[in-house]
């Protein structure tokens, strides 16, 4: 039997739909392994931002429903030769749709997009204790902007510090912000959701917000 035909029609819409995201070029996408126990469907993106690229946005497709897509539509996949200069890595994330087409009812759906973003901070910006507030305002913000409709949304912010001794004493501290959130999407249809993801991963990389059309400049990490 083809294993496309095993894939659920609403799983395969959705992947139709992430496949149609665009993300700023200082963000690169790619397929990440999608964890296996959480669902019985579910495909998982990497996100690193970086302070220059001109890498266009990538969004593949996981796993047997890679099958319904062909390589000409898709010429940024994972595995394809990329022989530009690697910058300053400003943010990382991962972004994960799962899929139960029997529904859960922790979920309050069939679907649910499970997210995680790192990225250091200013240590002024880092000792804020509104910090995780700020990075929850964030997330709400960026899903409101491109009207992704959601519900049953949750998370945890966390501050990391990092202290070097012996040896490697002479390193600075170090301040980090991850938020790991959670929401169920409103329909198959999660477009606006990558989009708004990816906007909240610059976010958090300290990038600007950019009109459409507009170049940003280059940047640097202050840390």
Known sequence: MNALAQVPADFLHALGTLRKAKCRSELRLAEIPAPSRLAPYAVALGAEVFSRSTRPGRTPVHGPAAMAFSSENNPGSPGAADDEDEDDELATGRFILLHDPDGSAVWDGEFRIVTYIRAQLEADMGNDAMLGSVAWTWLVDALENHSAQYRAAGGTATRILSESFGTLADRPETIDIELRASWTPASSDVQ???????????????????PPGVTPLPNRRLT
Do not use: N, Q, S, Y
């Open 192 to 210: 606006a959701h990558l989009e708004a993801w990816c906007d909240m991963v610059c976010t958090f990389a300290g990038l600007p917000p950019l």
